[in-house]
């Protein structure tokens, strides 16, 4: 059992989600640990895109906020390696498959290690086009998560099968960004996923209230709360870390009572 | 041809997985479509009684005299229904929509062309449809946006990014993502995930089975070079895909430059793109090292794409088309030559094309020939030359 799932696995998780490079870098690490502190289980990281075509506006305006301060993927591996002076928690890096490519899977992946990153969330990497990535994954304890849609159907037995870590569920068609509806048929497509993977299964998207939270955290062994946290961030300023303890905090709660 | 929806190491389906099973799904329905004699008859009576094909080759005679060299051959998708030729890619995927029971089409445009097309066929069909446009791209060509709308069809500012072309793509991708079941994404060029460029590429071909078919009329023999201009790459891949096998044939992109190849203010994707993964594809963009994509000028709206067709990428990488950078005023001289000596008025795409056969007509011999493409007519871009030039007219 991988490390990420371990951290997931017999309890109900809160996975948090920050833009590295928003406002700061040296905020990012704080905001990380506060996370980390009110209790979320595992810790994505955006590494910002220019073009973030499955995110929503609040998302992708941080990714515009941080490119437009010059952040890097060298300053993003920087954030991990302070982050990791202080903590252990799980971390995973959310981007898109371009700035990945550019660094080169292999060399990527084995920074990723290095730096003790846990797993890599890629969403415009569907599994059909994930052999070359896998291959330089081999051997390193990085795990690649799965996304599953609402609208996956048939490629859920396959998608399972290649899942690691955990089992990301997009609790609605449509980009991250919080709403108050969600797929109808979230509870269908979760139990067929049961059938074929052990995996914890966390869903995101949308979600931002405890109340929401605890309804999914019902259907699933966690969730996964962005663009909240994004939002959270860019409005508070420096009283981010605190408020951010907090709302960790009141999730954690909603989700485990 | 594609393989698993590669060419050569180009192409592919990098998209969120909401779009998998609908690209499947599209790809299967196509194929099956492909070959389908109901599917092909309905199509092609649409392009001759609809959209006015076969489009002319025309001999332009004065072109051909002023720069002494090859004959110079005017394939003619500019007197095309709506002045262009995406309305051979749009009947196509229209068709392929209806068909799989869609209510909705949605497309991206740069410089209009595509929309207006998109609108069209949507009227035509009875279905619903919606357009996104950059706010840049809606300033330059408020004559297009008025034409979208006097078709019923609502057009959405996007005002990401450098709002042009490349944030009208995203913000498409977005709503289909959004609303996958009843939308279909009418892909206004060659580029996108699998089967996008394939099935662009099978729609557009209509210009060079015609065009071969007419210099072989005219002349007796194959050309010696097809020019096509190239933002995407639908007009060129189009214009170039019945003489891929025709070895004696030179296939020539003309991408643009806008105020240089040295500069950051252009779209030569080929000249100065790197290998990257984007809109769904692997193909060669315009990108920083860390692979953030650039944000990419022309003056020409339909040519301002930081990239390029996979097919496109793979012809470059294995020789077979060479793709050349023109630049912003090599592309308003040439509108202007095309204007005087031929009484034609090319959009400034086109014009890219014409300018780059200025250059390669004088050292053909004249009983050689070339066929360069008018993907477009010019109407749109009467008032941007005029700025260009600094003239004041009412538009």
């Known amino acids: 059992m991988s490390k990420l799932t371990a951290a997931l696995t017999a309890k109900k998780a809160l996975i948090g989600f920050v833009v590295a490079g928003d406002p700061s870098c040296e905020a990012t690490v704080e905001n990380i640990l506060a996370l980390a502190q009110g209790g979320a289980d595992v810790i994505e990281i955006g590494i910002p895109f220019s073009d973030p075509v499955a995110d929503g506006p609040v998302i992708a305006a941080a990714d515009q906020r941080a490119l437009d301060r010059n952040v890097t993927t060298d300053d993003v591996f920087d954030v991990v390696s302070q ?42 990497l569907p599994y059909e086009e994930q052999d070359d990535l896998r291959s330089a994954m081999q051997d390193l304890d990085l795990d690649l998560i799965q996304l599953v849609t609402p609208n996956s159907k048939a490629r859920i037995p396959k998608i399972a099968q290649r899942a690691q870590g955990f089992v990301y569920v997009v609790s609605a068609t449509g980009v991250t960004g919080m709403r108050n509806d969600f797929e109808a048929n979230l509870a269908g497509v979760i139990a067929e996923l049961r059938q074929y993977t ?25 969730v996964i709360v962005g663009s909240q946290i994004v939002d959270l961030i860019h409005r508070a300023g420096a009283q981010a870390p605190a408020q951010l303890i907090d709302y960790a905090q009141e999730m954690k709660r909603a989700i485990t009572e | 041809m594609t393989t698993n929806g590669k060419f050569g190491g180009y192409g592919g389906q990098f998209v969120p997985e909401t779009l998998m099973q609908e690209l499947q799904e599209i790809e299967t329905v196509y194929l099956k479509l492909r070959e389908d004699p109901e599917f092909q008859r309905e199509l092609h ?47 196509g995927q229209a068709l392929v929509a209806k068909r799989m029971g869609k209510q ?66 995203n913000a498409a991708m977005q709503a289909w993502v959004t609303d996958v079941d009843r939308t279909f994404y009418v892909l206004g ?80 994707t080929i000249t100065n793109g790197t290998d990257g993964i984007f809109h769904g594809m692997k193909s060669k963009f315009l990108q920083s090292p860390a692979g953030q994509i650039d944000q990419v000028y022309s003056i020409s709206a339909g040519l301002d794409y930081p990239g390029i067709g996979p097919e496109h990428a793979a012809l470059a990488t294995a020789g077979r088309a060479q793709y050349v950078p023109i630049t912003d005023d090599e592309a308003v001289q040439a509108f202007e030559l095309i204007a005087r000596t031929e009484g034609i008025i090319a959009a400034i795409e086109s014009a890219h094309a014409i300018a780059y056969v200025e250059k390669l007509a004088p050292t053909m011999r004249p009983d050689q020939t070339i066929i360069c493409t008018l993907s477009g007519r010019g109407d749109k871009d009467v008032a941007a030359i005029a700025k260009y030039k600094g003239v004041q007219i009412d538009e």
Do not use: W
């Open chain 1, 83 to 124: 982050v990791r002076e202080q903590s252990d928690v799980p971390l995973v890096f959310l981007t898109y498959v371009n700035p990945v490519f550019q660094v080169g899977y292999r060399e990527f992946c084995r920074r990723c290690t290095a730096l003790g990153v846990d797993g890599l969330i890629i969403p415009d």
């Open chain 1, 198 to 222: 052990k995996l914890p299964i966390e869903i995101g998207f949308g979600i931002h209230t405890p109340e929401q939270a605890h309804e999914m955290s019902q259907l699933a062994d966690g």
């Open chain 2, 45 to 91: 009576d649409l392009l001759d009684n609809y959209a006015n094909r076969p489009s002319l080759l025309y001999h332009a005679q004065h072109l051909t005299e002023k720069l002494g060299g090859a004959q110079i051959y005017l394939k003619r998708e500019d007197l095309n229904h709506t002045g262009a030729h995406k309305i051979n890619n749009v009947l």
């Open chain 2, 104 to 169: 909705k089409l949605i497309a991206e445009t740069g410089a209009g062309q595509h929309g207006v097309a998109t609108a069209t066929v949507a009227a035509l069909l009875g279905l619903e449809c919606e357009i996104y446009m950059g706010k840049e791209d809606i300033e330059r060509q408020r004559l297009n946006v008025f034409r979208m709308e006097l078709l019923g069809s609502q057009v959405h500012e996007v005002t990401s990014g450098s709002m042009v072309l490349k944030d009208a793509v």
């Open chain 2, 189 to 268: 060029s060659a580029v996108g995930p699998h089967p996008f460029p394939m099935m662009v590429r099978d729609f557009q071909s209509v210009i060079s089975t015609e065009s071969r078919r007419q210099i072989v009329q005219a002349t007796g023999k194959l050309p010696d070079a097809v020019v096509a201009c190239v933002g995407g790459g639908s007009n060129a891949i189009g214009s170039f895909a019945a003489f891929l096998d025709d070895e004696s044939v030179r296939l020539i992109g003309c991408e643009a430059a806008g105020k240089g190849v040295h500069t950051k203010q252009q779209a030569a």
